[in-house]
């Protein structure tokens, strides 16, 4: 079975951090560039990352960018989103996402294998 789950989501005060985790199954994870969204109640999902196959090049948003950290561990079929310094507008549904190959956008619709989602949210 194809699929992504995120864990490590949860409560944080402001200036506090999290890590994310996206474990892959049922597919060559080593072979598909990696991506971090999110989505606030009432609002669009937002592409705040992506890591390449390699885990060589990465894009961030500039919402997140100097705050958030991507990395992925092909031996372990898992990505991760290390995100520090966060603040209430970090809170949303954060989803990790999987398209095949190399791709250059952290662009909803280029990616086809999603995960649930996991809370994150940041107390004032």
């Known amino acids: 079975q194809v699929q992504v789950v995120e864990s490590g989501g949860g409560l944080v005060q402001a200036g506090g951090s999290l890590t994310l985790s996206c474990t892959a199954s049922g597919f060559n994870f080593g072979g598909y560039t990696m991506a971090w969204f999110r989505q606030a109640p009432g609002k669009q999902r937002e592409g705040i990352s992506r890591?390449?196959?390699?885990?060589?090049?990465?894009k961030y948003a500039t919402s997140v960018r100097g705050r958030f950290t991507i990395s992925r561990d092909n031996t372990k079929n898992t990505a991760y989103l290390q995100m520090n310094n966060l603040v209430p507008d970090d809170t949303a549904m954060y989803f990790c996402?999987?398209?095949?190959?190399?791709?250059?956008?952290?662009?909803?619709?280029?990616?086809?294998?999603w995960g649930q989602g996991t809370q994150v949210t940041v107390s004032s």
């Open positions: 996402a999987a398209t095949l190959g190399w791709h250059s956008t952290i662009s909803e619709r280029d990616y086809n294998i």
């Open positions: 890591i390449s196959v390699t885990g060589r090049t990465t």
